[in-house]
């Protein structure tokens, strides 16, 4: 079985000049864990995910604790968002995009997440224009389905 017999052929992308609320939004509305940022030929440029969107509004253990006297209060994180809602995908975007292809066999594809530790893989052509996504729980859903099928056969 191959990438391109389980993936999703319904992606959801953006330009690198979308603003972070409308990343934010997007990423949101449509449920998904990270969105790849295309040129106009669907080519990929970077990929930003829901946890890299979050490390910018939080600070990290090191910044929290850095005083014990003072505590970050939430109406900061309110000023961070202000400040922050001026950046594009492409001043967030992940430049280095780990990928796979359609024709790759879908348990390669489990490996280099597994080893890569993401969730999903953006699914390009040999041209490296977008075609897909791919998820771990894809590939879960499809390994069991086709299980379930030969199980049924056997009975």
């Known amino acids: 079985m191959n990438v ?13 000049t979308e603003k972070f609320r409308g990343i934010w939004r997007t990423i949101f509305k449509n449920k998904v864990n990270s969105i790849p940022v295309v040129d106009q030929k669907k080519h990929i440029l970077g990929i930003i995910t829901r946890e890299e969107l979050l ?25 961070k968002v202000s400040e922050i809602s001026g950046l594009k995908a492409r001043d967030i975007m ?37 075609v897909g996504m791919i998820t771990k729980g894809d590939i879960f859903y499809s390994l069991f389905k086709k299980d379930l099928a030969s199980r049924r056969k056997k009975k």
């Open 94 to 130: 992940r430049v280095h995009v780990v990928f796979t292809h359609e024709d790759t066999p879908v348990m390669r594809a489990l490996s280099r997440m597994i080893v890569r530790r993401i969730n999903q893989l953006p699914v390009v052509t040999r041209e490296g224009v977008l």
């Open 4 to 16: 391109s017999d389980v993936m999703s052929r319904r992606i959801v992308t953006m330009l690198p």
């Open 55 to 79: 490390e910018r509004l939080y600070p990290d253990y090191q910044d929290l604790f850095s005083s014990s006297e003072e505590f970050p209060y939430f109406e900061d994180l309110e000023q």
